[in-house]
């Protein structure tokens, strides 16, 4: 199976979340500057979550491919093993 290169990627996540802040530390350790969604400031990022996934939980990586679809991750060691193959 051949990956889709993202078009966009966006993090769902909240500041004092322990596997949220693993996730951003592998962003700066591979200089991956992609939009991080803070749930806990705005609602709105939330309700986006929840409507996607029917959960709440974070860290969550938002995965637009090229053609449109898009794809939710959740587990911070798979939304760093995927960051690792981009």
Not at 21 to 43: F, N, P, Q, S, Y
Request: include cysteine; glycine fraction near 4%.
């Amino acid at each position: 199976m051949t990956a889709t290169k993202p078009r966009h990627l966006a993090l769902y996540q909240f500041a004092s979340c322990p596997f949220c802040v693993r996730v951003r530390d592998a962003l700066c350790r591979l200089g991956l500057d992609i939009e991080i969604r803070d749930t806990a400031r705005d609602r709105r990022y939330q309700n986006e979550l929840v409507t996607a996934t029917g959960k709440t939980m974070v860290p969550c990586l938002r995965i637009e491919a090229s053609a449109g679809d898009v794809q939710w991750m959740h587990e911070s060691a798979d939304i760093i093993r995927y960051l690792e193959q981009i």
